[in-house]
């Protein structure tokens, strides 16, 4: 991305703000959600832009569910350590 093609982060943005309409129609605690997805596809943003995909929007989900599955291992690793500190 760069010359050729828009840069990752600008096609997040675009992406981001072509569900503006929808954000506006969640409820607060909903919104927060959605701001948080785009979040977590910004975490990812110099690895989505190395790898320059000609579809940019797979890029975004794929770097949001890559922090899903980051936080999901986290709370079983929390889980995990309860369980044994409780036997």
Aim: charged share 35%; aromatic share 6%; net charge positive.
């Amino acid at each position: 991305m760069g010359r050729t093609n828009p840069t990752y982060r600008d096609a997040l943005r675009r992406y981001r703000d072509s569900w503006a309409p929808y954000r506006r129609a969640l409820r607060a605690e909903a919104k927060a959600d959605f701001d948080r997805l785009f979040e977590r596809a910004h975490e990812h943003a110099a690895a989505a832009g190395h790898a320059n995909p000609a579809d940019p929007h797979r890029a975004v989900v794929l770097s949001m569910l890559l922090s899903q599955e980051r936080e999901l291992r986290r709370l079983r690793e929390r889980l995990d350590s309860a369980s044994e500190a409780s036997e």
